[in-house]
C-alpha cells in the first residue's frame, strides 16, 4: 500500500491511507469497552503510526471517545491528524438529535476542543444535515469556525450530492465522509465522481462492515439485541449466509499474498480510485496491531481482479439498517 500522505482537498491538512475510527471506543455498540481499553487502543494506534483520528461529539453520552483520546494522546497532540463531528448529541433515553442550527454547532465543537484538550481540529465535519434548517446555515457557522482558527479545514458527512453543493456554495469544503467497503458501493454512483471533479477527499468508514470482512463471523451466529449488528438485514438470514460464502471466497486471495484477510480488505479499499482514507474501528491494541499491517499488504493485478470476480459473483446487498 502506498503509505505516503494524502491531501484533503485543496486544505493545508493531509492524512494517511488508514485512519482510526473511534465511535466503538465509546461503548455505545458493543459491550465490555471500559476507559482503560478506549485508551489502550488510542495509545497503539498512534505507536502504530496510525496518525488519523476520527471521533464525534455524540461519540458517547458523555463524550467518552474524545476523552480516550485525550488520555491515549499523552502529550502527542502535534503528531496526529485529529478529525471531529458536530451536529448530532444525545437526549436523555439515548434518543438521538440532529442539530445543526449555528449556536448548537458552535457549543459543541468548544465542548469537543475541551474534551480534547486541544485549541483546534484538522479537520471538522458537519456530522449530517439538519433536515429542519437550510444547510447553508450550517455551512456558515463551520465557516465561521475555520475562520476563527478552530479547524484547519471542513468537511461533510452523510450528505447527498446536492447537499455538498449547497454546502460547498457557503463553506470551503476538503473532505466528505461516507460508508464505503466491498459490499457496500453507493457512493461511486454519483458522490465520489462529485467529489473527484471538485477536489474534495474522500474519508471512508465501515471498510470491514462492523466486522463481517475481517473474516472472524462463524456461521448460524445471532446477535444480542445490545448489539446494533442484529438491526442490519446483512448480519441475518439468508443475507448473512451469503456474505460469508463471499467472505471465504477472498481467503484464498490474502493467503496467496500472505496477508491477513482485514488487511486485504483495508489495503483494496483504500486504493481504490478517489478514497483518500479508510477509517477502521477497534476496541484493543490488538486489534489496532492486526489492522495496521493493512500498510504492508500490497496487492496484485490477479489479486485485482479475483475480487472483482468475488464482488460480481456476490450480486447486490441487502444492507439497509432495520427501523
Not at 433536515?131 to 475555520?146: H, N, V
Request: glycine share 10%; with cysteine.
Amino acid at each position: 500500500m502506498n503509505t505516503q500522505p494524502r491531501p484533503l482537498g485543496n486544505s493545508p491538512v493531509a492524512v494517511g491511507p488508514l485512519g482510526l475510527g473511534c465511535w466503538p471506543l465509546a461503548g455505545m455498540t458493543r459491550e465490555g469497552i471500559t476507559p482503560e481499553a478506549a485508551l489502550a487502543t488510542v495509545a497503539a494506534a498512534v505507536d502504530a503510526g496510525i496518525m488519523h483520528l476520527d471521533t464525534a461529539y455524540c461519540y458517547g453520552e458523555q463524550g467518552e471517545s474524545e476523552r480516550a483520546i485525550r488520555a491515549g494522546l499523552r502529550g502527542r497532540r502535534d503528531r496526529v491528524i485529529l478529525a471531529g463531528k458536530c451536529g448530532i448529541h444525545w437526549e436523555p433515553g439515548r434518543t438521538q438529535c440532529v442539530d445543526g442550527r449555528p449556536t448548537r454547532l458552535r457549543r459543541e465543537v468548544d465542548e469537543s476542543l475541551a474534551r480534547l484538550g486541544t485549541d483546534r481540529l484538522d479537520l471538522l465535519y458537519l456530522h449530517a444535515p439538519d433536515p429542519t434548517i437550510p444547510i447553508e446555515e450550517s455551512a456558515g457557522a463551520l465557516r465561521g469556525l475555520l475562520k476563527a482558527g478552530k479547524a484547519r479545514a471542513i468537511g461533510g458527512s452523510n450528505m447527498t450530492v446536492a447537499q455538498l453543493e449547497r454546502f460547498s456554495a457557503e463553506c470551503p469544503l476538503a473532505a466528505c465522509q461516507m460508508p464505503y467497503n466491498m459490499l457496500q458501493r453507493g457512493i461511486e454512483d454519483a458522490i465520489l465522481p462529485w467529489c473527484r471533479r471538485n477536489q474534495v477527499a474522500m474519508v471512508v468508514y465501515w471498510p470491514l462492515m462492523k466486522g463481517l470482512l475481517a473474516g472472524r463471523m462463524h456461521r448460524g451466529r445471532v446477535f444480542s439485541a445490545s448489539d446494533s449488528r442484529h438491526k442490519y438485514p446483512m448480519f441475518n438470514g439468508a443475507e448473512f449466509e451469503r456474505n460469508l460464502d463471499f467472505v471465504d471466497a477472498l481467503r484464498p486471495i490474502a493467503a496467496r499474498l500472505q496477508c491477513d484477510l482485514p488487511d486485504l480488505v483495508l489495503a483494496w479499499t483504500a486504493e481504490q480510485d478517489g478514497i483518500t482514507s479508510v477509517l477502521f474501528g477497534a476496541t484493543s491494541p490488538d486489534q489496532v496491531l492486526a489492522n495496521a499491517q493493512a500498510l504492508a499488504c500490497d496487492l496484485d493485478d490477479e489479486a485485482r481482479a479475483a475480487i472483482r470476480l468475488a464482488i460480481a459473483e456476490r450480486g447486490p446487498v441487502a444492507g439497509r439498517r432495520a427501523v
